[in-house]
């Protein structure tokens, strides 16, 4: 056994009590509260599970898959079910317009520690962010946010043991306990997937920022839309059949892009307008937002409302010419 004034085995020449001695220390601590974070959160995570799962709740679980998966019945949705248990139990909204985890507190306020009264607040303003890799010592990574700007340390390295400094990662990051974690699996990408996917989300956000403070909140608000691009990431299958000009608009969600980007007096209409199309069509094709836009578009114009296709293109991010085509489409049906 090493004493305190033998050498330092590491090869610095300093005594091990100056040296190593200190850093084994620090990383001891660190594996401590990263075991108990792990524990505390993952009790509260299966309370929750056991909860969401419950007869009451079987239309909710069904709905919350139906938006999760972007292809029914591949095996390969499989590997993603961590990722989706995550975004039915924090992110999902139920019927009741609350996510899972809150109905959860709700009903079992007296049963949930201050403790874990924290991690969920924590867990519902997470968001799936693309990080840089600034800097990785033995105890912390550095990792900045190419969206916001900002810089968080990670603290349980196990999850990013392979990445280096300078790789790009996509994961979610909630601090439980007092530890900033990923919450999901990690994702490394490349350069020039990184510039396709912060092209993509600046033009969405773009597209709908009056309705968010920041990217920040935005990114918060559209966690599924994150977890879809990971699946695409994950499973070639998914990016060879959804991309962004032939995707099965059923799985659009095009009643919810209404709901969220349409203003509240013109909704009815612009859904039972679309409910029309569907019956007259029955083989849709095309990206859901293009479509909810050709509708807004239309529905604008019947009432009289001064607009323009590249205004209405600009807040759903997509191009002009695309709209024009979904409204043709449309008004020939």
Same mark, same amino acid.
């Given at each position: 056994?090493?004493?305190?004034?033998?050498?330092?085995?590491?090869?610095?020449?300093?005594?091990?009590?100056?040296?190593?001695?200190?850093?084994?220390?620090?990383?001891?601590?660190?594996?401590?509260?990263?075991?108990?974070?792990?524990?505390? %959160?993952?009790?509260?995570?299966?309370?929750?599970?056991?909860?969401?799962?419950?007869?009451?709740?079987?239309?909710?679980?069904?709905?919350?898959?139906?938006?999760?998966?972007?292809?029914?019945?591949?095996?390969?949705?499989?590997?993603?079910?961590?990722?989706?248990?995550?975004?039915?139990?924090?992110?999902?909204?139920?019927?009741?317009?609350?996510?899972?985890?809150?109905?959860?507190?709700?009903?079992?306020?007296?049963?949930?520690?201050?403790?874990?009264?924290?991690?969920?607040?924590?867990?519902?303003?997470?968001?799936?962010?693309?990080?840089?890799?600034?800097?990785?010592?033995?105890?912390?990574?550095?990792?900045?946010?190419?969206?916001?700007?900002?810089?968080?340390?990670?603290?349980?390295?196990?999850?990013? %043991?392979?990445?280096?400094?300078?790789?790009?990662?996509?994961?979610?990051?909630?601090?439980?306990?007092?530890?900033?974690?990923?919450?999901?699996?990690?994702?490394?990408?490349?350069?020039?997937?990184?510039?396709?996917?912060?092209? %993509?989300?600046?033009?969405?956000?773009?597209?709908?920022?009056?309705?968010?403070?920041?990217?920040?909140?935005?990114?918060?608000?559209?966690?599924?839309?994150?977890?879809?691009?990971?699946?695409?990431?994950?499973?070639?299958?998914?990016?060879?059949?959804?991309?962004?000009?032939?995707?099965?608009?059923?799985?659009?969600?095009?009643?919810?892009?209404?709901?969220?980007?349409?203003?509240?007096?013109?909704?009815?209409?612009?859904?039972?307008?679309?409910?029309?199309?569907?019956?007259?069509?029955? %083989?849709?094709?095309?990206?859901?937002?293009?479509?909810?836009?050709?509708?807004?578009?239309?529905?604008?114009?019947?009432?009289?409302?001064?607009?323009?296709?590249?205004?209405?293109?600009?807040?759903?991010?997509?191009?002009?010419?695309?709209?024009?085509?979904?409204?043709?489409?449309?008004?020939?049906?």
């Amino acid at each position: 056994m090493m004493g305190r004034n033998d050498q330092c085995i590491c090869g610095s020449g300093k005594k091990y009590k100056k040296c190593c001695l200190n850093k084994e220390k620090k990383i001891s601590m660190l594996r401590k509260k990263i075991e108990l974070s792990q524990s505390i %959160d993952t009790n509260l995570i299966n309370k929750i599970y056991n909860y969401s799962t419950t007869e009451e709740l079987h239309n909710e679980f069904l709905n919350a898959q139906e938006k999760f998966f972007m292809v029914k019945g591949l095996k390969e949705n499989e590997k993603f079910h961590r990722l989706f248990n995550t975004y039915y139990m924090n992110d999902y909204i139920t019927t009741q317009n609350k996510p899972i985890s809150i109905l959860f507190y709700e009903q079992h306020s007296n049963e949930v520690s201050v403790v874990e009264r924290d991690i969920l607040k924590e867990k519902l303003t997470s968001y799936i962010g693309i990080y840089e890799v600034v800097d990785i010592k033995e105890d912390k990574a550095l990792l900045k946010d190419v969206l916001t700007n900002e810089e968080t340390h990670m603290e349980d390295l196990s999850v990013i %043991d392979n990445v280096k400094t300078g790789e790009i990662i996509v994961g979610r990051i909630a601090k439980i306990v007092n530890v900033n974690r990923f919450l999901d699996v990690v994702v490394s990408i490349s350069q020039k997937t990184k510039e396709r996917l912060v092209d %993509d989300i600046t033009k969405i956000y773009n597209g709908n920022k009056d309705n968010y403070k920041d990217i920040k909140q935005f990114m918060m608000y559209n966690t599924l839309m994150m977890y879809k691009y990971i699946q695409q990431l994950l499973e070639p299958k998914i990016v060879e059949n959804f991309n962004a000009e032939n995707i099965d608009v059923e799985k659009c969600e095009i009643k919810e892009i209404i709901l969220e980007n349409i203003e509240a007096e013109y909704v009815e209409e612009s859904i039972r307008i679309w409910n029309e199309y569907k019956r007259k069509v029955k %083989d849709i094709k095309g990206n859901g937002k293009s479509w909810a836009a050709a509708i807004e578009y239309h529905v604008k114009k019947e009432n009289g409302v001064t607009t323009t296709q590249s205004m209405i293109a600009n807040k759903y991010g997509i191009g002009v010419s695309t709209l024009g085509k979904r409204y043709k489409e449309f008004k020939e049906a």
